[in-house]
């Protein structure tokens, strides 16, 4: 009863009749109040995750995480099978070995056959190595709610979510309901290449999927995503000394430099192509004509097919001869499709939003983003994702990052709910979309 009553106070007072209409059942206030008592483990179980470093590169950290990872999807009736990375190989890192892909399954199946195929995907490696010099969880400011460190948001915060909002599912009976699929992949921050395949095959056989990436600071969720590519861009040329023989010489730098003019044009905003040279390298001394250069790019695009139109110009531009006896190559991976709008993904974001009126938060509107998710994978598979499903937080990928710790307890009891209502839709037709 004590609970009961403590979510009905967390409910906070719907004023108007939208609110009243659209008020959360019994039950869902129930899943509500058991999560959020889950408030301070859900943080506890936050900052030691953060305190251990997933770095993409660090192999032996990513999988002492898996373990526990996989343990915790053990706990909750899953079978987990452990995919050993594959070595990938990318620009000057040869046999770079991330983590293992974990795939769990949860052993009891539903009895009823309607019952809907779930997917679950997140991340936990984080762009923040060992090497770096942000490494641990903190919190900041007076309040409290605040707290800073590599991957709070991105997205081991959104991993806690989707967890916690499994194991309010289970001890609500609820899990019994449904095909539940959960890939955890330790590749995303470079592109899921080694892990992309697995996961545009669990998308292929599932009804739709949830990616627990964080949602804006405001709390807005992501409609329609932008897709990504990434380039090297190499050239080798010729070394000679500068002074007694630059007539032998060819210059690499000059050759990209040349390159890179003719890269960068290729951006066209009316379009939604922009091509950007993030990086450039080249040459070893002032005094030595450059026999090598190179360069990150990196692409987006909103068209589906403009991202094969890029990609054969990039080669066009590599494959040309831009000074006499240098030479051109170029590596790269369309690793993002575009998340075009669609009308499936309306509905889950129209079904996310009654969730949130019914527990008096005002949705925002969802946006349009410039950076890729897995969610983009399922979404190019033809399934139906929401990709935003995570904390609310911001600044990802610098030291800056952060979360607002009050959203762990919330966006679980907001998931929880979510999938509650999308199973009673898929077996009870749109019942459960009141
Ligand atoms: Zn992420």
Same mark, same amino acid.
Request: with cysteine; hydrophobic share 45%.
């Given at each position: 009863?004590?609970? %009961?009553?403590?979510?009905?106070?967390?409910?906070?007072? !719907?004023?108007?009749?939208?609110?009243?209409?659209?008020?959360?059942?019994?039950?869902?206030?129930?899943?509500?109040?058991?999560?959020?008592?889950?408030?301070?483990?859900?943080?506890?179980?936050?900052?030691?995750?953060?305190?251990?470093?997933?770095?993409?590169?660090?192999? !032996?950290?990513?999988?002492?995480?898996?373990?526990?990872?996989?343990?915790?999807?053990?706990?909750?009736?899953?079978?987990?099978?452990?995919? !050993?990375?594959?070595?990938?190989?990318? /620009?000057?890192?040869?046999?770079?070995?991330?983590? /293992?892909?974990?795939?769990?399954?949860?052993?009891?199946?539903?009895?009823?056959?309607?019952?809907?195929?779930? *997917?679950?995907?997140?991340?936990?490696?984080? %762009?923040?190595?060992?090497?770096?010099?942000?490494?641990?969880?903190?919190?900041?400011? /007076?309040?409290? %709610?605040?707290?800073?460190? /590599?991957?709070?948001?991105?997205?081991?915060?959104?991993?806690?979510?989707?967890?916690?909002? *499994?194991?309010?599912?289970?001890?609500?009976?609820?899990?019994?309901?449904?095909?539940?699929?959960?890939?955890?992949?330790?590749?995303?921050?470079?592109?899921?290449?080694?892990?992309?395949?697995?996961?545009?095959?669990?998308?292929?056989?599932?009804?739709?999927?949830?990616?627990?990436?964080?949602?804006?600071?405001?709390?807005?969720?992501?409609?329609?995503?932008?897709?990504?590519?990434?380039?090297? *861009?190499?050239?080798?040329?010729?070394?000679?000394?500068?002074?007694?023989?630059?007539?032998?010489?060819?210059?690499?730098? *000059?050759?990209?430099?040349?390159?890179i003019v003719e890269v960068e044009a290729i951006t066209d905003y009316a379009r939604g192509v922009t091509v950007n040279v993030g990086t450039i390298e080249g040459g070893t001394k002032r005094n030595i004509v450059p026999s090598r250069a190179a360069a990150w790019i990196d692409v987006r695009y909103d068209e589906p097919a403009s991202g094969a139109w890029i990609e054969r110009e990039l080669q066009r531009i590599a494959d040309a001869t831009h000074v006499e006896g240098t030479r051109g190559a170029l590596w790269g991976r369309l690793h993002r499709p575009p998340k075009p709008p669609s009308d499936a993904v309306d509905r889950l974001l129209d079904t996310h939003a009654r969730v949130l009126r019914g527990m008096g938060i005002e949705p925002q509107p969802a946006l349009h983003s410039g950076g890729g998710t897995d969610g983009s994978l399922m979404g190019a598979a033809g399934l139906p994702t929401l990709d935003s499903m995570g904390v609310t937080g911001g600044r990802a990928h610098t030291n800056g990052e952060f979360i607002d710790l009050r959203s762990l307890s919330e966006r679980a009891a907001v998931a929880a709910i979510l999938l509650q209502r999308l199973i009673d839709a898929k077996l009870y037709g749109a019942a459960g979309e009141g």
């Amino acid at each position: 009863v004590l609970s %009961v009553l403590l979510a009905w106070a967390l409910c906070g007072t !719907p004023s108007g009749a939208d609110l009243r209409a659209a008020a959360l059942s019994a039950g869902e206030v129930a899943l509500r109040a058991l999560l959020a008592g889950r408030q301070a483990e859900m943080e506890r179980m936050l900052e030691g995750w953060v305190n251990q470093n997933t770095g993409s590169f660090n192999r !032996p950290g990513l999988e002492a995480f898996a373990d526990v990872l996989a343990g915790e999807l053990s706990g909750l009736d899953f079978a987990v099978e452990r995919e !050993p990375a594959t070595p990938l190989w990318l /620009p000057g890192r040869s046999d770079v070995v991330t983590g /293992p892909l974990l795939i769990g399954r949860r052993r009891a199946a539903p009895s009823d056959r309607r019952a809907p195929r779930i *997917l679950l995907v997140g991340h936990y490696d984080t %762009v923040f190595e060992a090497s770096s010099g942000f490494q641990r969880f903190e919190r900041r400011g /007076p309040d409290g %709610v605040r707290a800073h460190g /590599p991957g709070v948001a991105d997205m081991k915060g959104g991993l806690v979510v989707m967890l916690e909002a *499994l194991r309010a599912l289970r001890e609500a009976k609820e899990l019994e309901r449904a095909h539940w699929v959960v890939v955890l992949n330790a590749d995303e921050e470079i592109g899921s290449l080694g892990s992309r395949e697995r996961i545009e095959a669990e998308a292929a056989a599932a009804d739709f999927g949830l990616v627990f990436e964080s949602a804006q600071d405001s709390g807005a969720m992501v409609r329609s995503r932008r897709g990504l590519g990434q380039f090297h *861009l190499t050239v080798e040329g010729v070394a000679a000394h500068a002074g007694s023989a630059h007539e032998r010489g060819r210059s690499a730098v *000059l050759a990209l430099a040349r390159k890179i003019v003719e890269v960068e044009a290729i951006t066209d905003y009316a379009r939604g192509v922009t091509v950007n040279v993030g990086t450039i390298e080249g040459g070893t001394k002032r005094n030595i004509v450059p026999s090598r250069a190179a360069a990150w790019i990196d692409v987006r695009y909103d068209e589906p097919a403009s991202g094969a139109w890029i990609e054969r110009e990039l080669q066009r531009i590599a494959d040309a001869t831009h000074v006499e006896g240098t030479r051109g190559a170029l590596w790269g991976r369309l690793h993002r499709p575009p998340k075009p709008p669609s009308d499936a993904v309306d509905r889950l974001l129209d079904t996310h939003a009654r969730v949130l009126r019914g527990m008096g938060i005002e949705p925002q509107p969802a946006l349009h983003s410039g950076g890729g998710t897995d969610g983009s994978l399922m979404g190019a598979a033809g399934l139906p994702t929401l990709d935003s499903m995570g904390v609310t937080g911001g600044r990802a990928h610098t030291n800056g990052e952060f979360i607002d710790l009050r959203s762990l307890s919330e966006r679980a009891a907001v998931a929880a709910i979510l999938l509650q209502r999308l199973i009673d839709a898929k077996l009870y037709g749109a019942a459960g979309e009141g």
